[in-house]
């Protein structure tokens, strides 16, 4: 069973407009949360990360927001260009484990010019 | 430095050969780890190398075997893989701190074919 899913396979943005990527979780035991960003060939990226003790952590054009009550997370990039484009991983683990980290099975984001 | 090499980057291998895949990194990082990824599917983990000690073996098939000889160093070495076990494996590494275990530096990966 799934810990970690992110339910849209793909989204469509037009350049300039926001992207909002989701994942949802069902371990309540999860302490931190990463955006990991793969393009083809390429090993997956470390994007941006929050902690369970925040709810929103922001860096440049990337924003991830944690609703820990609902076990959602979602990145928010804004606004989104062309070289967004890509596979995009949410990851979470928990205190302890050594960097176990459960990947969802990501999502496609296309930005179209 | 900061990256996380592989070699080969493709690798084509019978069910009877004998291979390894190598991962390098110079970041003084401690913690290095090896991921499987399918087609279509998430990373998944295999093992963990902390302070080059093994501490995490997510249940692997003795027929993969890692090992760490130096800090900056991680192998995998193969042998009698299976079909099923065509993938991308993917190498990664983190400072190895409390905090900095989840931020992993992943390489390109080798796409491994076994025939």
């Known amino acids: 069973d799934q810990q970690v899913k992110q339910n849209s396979p793909s989204l469509s943005v037009q350049e300039g407009r926001i992207s909002i990527l989701n994942c949802d979780y069902t371990?309540?035991?999860?302490?931190?949360f990463l955006w990991y960003k793969k393009y083809p060939a390429e090993g997956p990226t470390f994007l941006i990360s929050i902690s369970s003790i925040k709810d929103k952590n922001e860096d440049g054009r990337f924003t991830v927001f944690l609703n820990k009550s609902a076990k959602h997370l979602s990145l928010h990039i804004v606004p989104s260009q062309p070289g967004d484009s890509a596979v995009y991983f949410c990851?979470?683990?928990?205190?302890?484990?050594?960097?176990?980290?459960?990947f969802g099975k990501g999502t496609k984001l296309s930005v179209k010019p | 430095d900061t990256e996380v090499t592989q070699t080969p980057k493709h690798l084509v291998m019978g069910m009877t050969n004998k291979k390894s895949l190598k991962c390098e990194q110079h970041?003084?990082?401690?913690?290095m780890y090896w991921y499987k990824q399918k087609a279509k599917k998430p990373p998944e983990l295999m093992f963990v190398y902390s302070y080059e000690k093994l501490s995490i073996n997510e249940s692997v098939p003795s027929r993969f075997s890692p090992e760490c000889p130096n800090s900056s160093l991680l192998n995998l070495h193969l042998h009698a893989l299976q079909p099923e076990d065509s993938a991308l494996y993917l190498c990664a590494s983190s400072q190895g701190d409390r905090v900095s275990y989840n931020e992993q530096f992943f390489g390109p990966g080798t796409r491994l074919t076994v025939l």
């Open positions: 990851a979470a683990s928990f205190r302890g484990s050594q960097g176990n980290l459960i």
């Open positions: 970041m003084g990082h401690r913690a």
């Open positions: 371990n309540s035991m999860f302490d931190y």
